[in-house]
């Protein structure tokens, strides 16, 4: 997919709808303006040279351009922007920054199946460790895009990535809680994460749906047993991550539930085992329930979670409330997006500073484009979320 001859402003301009702010400094009240809004002041921001982006507003100047992790998240956001109502003029946008993912693309096989380094590389960067997740969220991002527009190549790559999944996958018998997605290749780790199998099943049960091979979805149950046998904890939650030694660690962030509920939500649309479904329903109504717990500060315990964290499981919700129905995953992401612009939306800038003084990062400002853009969704598209 080339854009060659496209130039960066026309790429990555969008629809003219308004500013980052409004004349008056307030809020737009609809979810699709403030989407629009967010993604105007992530692009005057954080834009870099090549149709990159920034790791963060200011940039430190350690990094010219950002990681892939945040990069890919400003990628999932244009791709949530084109899903709306009316949307289809951000697809421009969205072809623009898949064009310069290639820019992180290691094809080396000394490095395993070919996949998304965590960083550029030459001649731009040095490249990075291969992160397991890293490569999940290009794949979800890409079955979106496929789910919105038809795209073979985007659906040729998410299936080339999930050969990368399965090739981490840990098959030493003799370590503790054997089996799993490692987190990343790198030495410096030997984790086995949540995050590392929840979206790993997601990319498998997608492309049994999409191609009916069993190959798929075979893997997707290995990975969502796995992590039911090592990382559920007793209220009903997932925890983060088992080490080497059998050390659990349990933090339980919200995205961890988000990838596991949205994988039980695809598994019952591949299987239509009710099993999974009771069981998604019920990580739904336990994490619902964990993070909108009010602490003394007045807030809700989704404010002790990064924003990108928060979207990821807004976005697993909605995909089982619209195979349910149901609208709880939406009014809470309502509830949230709508905290978020009173307590840390920049009316002058446009920017969300979660952080007080700290620069604003492109993780955080590309997740409130998402949650904006999410709730501009017809309900009747929910299902294509990934």
């Not at 692009?43 to 351009?65: C, I, M, R, S, V």
């Not at 717990?293 to 697993?316: C, K, L, R, S």
């Not at 009173?342 to 500073?353: F, I, K, N």
Request: net charge neutral.
């Amino acid at each position: 997919m080339s854009l060659a001859g496209l130039s960066t402003a026309a790429a990555v301009a969008g629809p003219a709808v308004l500013s980052p702010a409004t004349a008056a400094g307030r809020v737009p009240r609809d979810p699709a303006h403030r989407a629009v809004a967010t993604e105007r002041a992530l692009q005057k921001y954080f834009a870099a040279d090549h149709g990159l982006l920034h790791e963060t507003y200011p940039n430190d100047g350690q990094n010219p351009y950002s990681y892939e992790w945040p990069y890919s998240q400003a990628v999932i956001g244009a791709i949530d922007l084109a899903g709306m109502r009316h949307g289809w003029t951000w697809r421009t946008l969205v072809r623009h920054r898949i064009d310069r993912w290639a820019a992180y693309w290691n094809p080396d096989p000394a490095f395993g199946p070919p996949h998304y380094d965590s960083y550029v590389r030459p001649p731009l960067g040095g490249g990075g460790d291969a992160f397991y997740d890293d490569n999940e969220w290009v794949a979800l991002a890409l079955l979106e895009w496929h789910y919105l527009t038809g795209d073979r190549w985007a659906l040729r790559r998410a299936a080339e990535i999930f050969e990368l999944i399965v090739y981490g996958w840990d098959d030493d018998p003799s370590h503790p809680y054997p089996g799993g997605v490692f987190w990343t290749q790198a030495s410096w780790s030997t984790d086995r994460n949540t995050v590392s199998n929840g979206p790993g099943a997601q990319v498998g049960a997608h492309l049994y749906l999409l191609t009916g091979r069993r190959r798929y979805l075979h893997w997707a149950k290995r990975m969502v047993e796995w992590t039911d046998g090592c990382l559920l904890a007793p209220n009903g939650l997932y925890w983060d991550h088992v080490a080497l030694d059998g050390t659990i660690e349990k933090t339980q962030w919200s995205y961890n539930q988000g990838v596991m509920l949205g994988a039980k939500t695809l598994l019952y649309k591949a299987t239509r085992d009710h099993r999974y479904l009771r069981q998604a329903r019920d990580i739904e109504r336990a994490a619902l329930e964990f993070y909108g717990a009010v602490g003394a500060d007045g807030q809700t315990a989704y404010f002790t979670q990064p924003a990108e964290f928060n979207a990821i499981f807004f976005a697993n919700c909605l995909q089982l409330d619209a195979l349910r129905h149901g609208r709880a995953g939406y009014a809470a992401m309502r509830r949230y997006a709508a905290e978020s612009d009173r307590s840390y939306l920049d009316h002058r800038t446009g920017l969300y500073r979660f952080d007080g003084d700290q620069p604003v990062t492109l993780l955080h400002q590309a997740a409130m484009v998402r949650i904006n853009a999410m709730l501009a969704w017809s309900p009747n598209n929910w299902h294509k979320l990934t």
